[in-house]
C-alpha cells in the first residue's frame, strides 16, 4: 500500500529538540520532491521545508530556519526533521508529502502523510 507515516513527535519543553521521520512504503522517496508542512491549532497548513530528489537541495522557511535541519536517508526509505530549540509557536501537528515535480512546484502533493503532534510546553 502507498502511503506516508510520520513518526517522533511528543510533548517537549521550550528549547528541546525532536526528529522527525517520514518513512513511504509503496514507493521509493529518492525520486520525490518530500515536505514537511506544519498545522496550528485554529490556523490552515503551511508548508516549512522541502527536500529536492535529485541533489539534496532544501528549502526552509524563515521562522524555523537555522533550527530545523531537513535530510534524506535512502537506504531507509525516510526523511527526517531535526528540530532543536523548539518554541511554543512550534506547537503543531506536523505532516510530511511528496511529489514528483519538485519543491518549487505549485501543483499540490502526490502523496500525503496522517501527521504526528509536536507539542512544545512547560
Known amino acids: 500500500q502507498v502511503q506516508l507515516v510520520e513518526s517522533g513527535g511528543g510533548l517537549v519543553q521550550p528549547g528541546g529538540s525532536l526528529r522527525l521521520s517520514c518513512v513511504a512504503s509503496?514507493?521509493?522517496?529518492?525520486?520525490?520532491?518530500v515536505q514537511w508542512f506544519r498545522r496550528a491549532p485554529g490556523k490552515e497548513r503551511e508548508r516549512v521545508s522541502c527536500?529536492?530528489?535529485?541533489?539534496?537541495?532544501?528549502w526552509t522557511e524563515d521562522p524555523v530556519k537555522g533550527r530545523f535541519t531537513i535530510s534524506r536517508d535512502n537506504a531507509k526509505n525516510t526523511v527526517f526533521r531535526q528540530m532543536r530549540d523548539l518554541r511554543v509557536a512550534d506547537t503543531g501537528n506536523y505532516s510530511c508529502?511528496?511529489?514528483?515535480?519538485?519543491?518549487?512546484?505549485?501543483?499540490?502533493?502526490?502523496?500525503w502523510g496522517q501527521g504526528t503532534q509536536v507539542t512544545v510546553s512547560s
Open positions: 508529502a511528496a511529489n514528483t515535480r519538485g519543491c518549487n512546484s505549485d501543483d499540490g502533493q502526490d502523496y
Open positions: 527536500i529536492s530528489a535529485s541533489d539534496g537541495w532544501t
Open positions: 509503496g514507493f521509493t522517496l529518492d525520486r520525490y520532491a
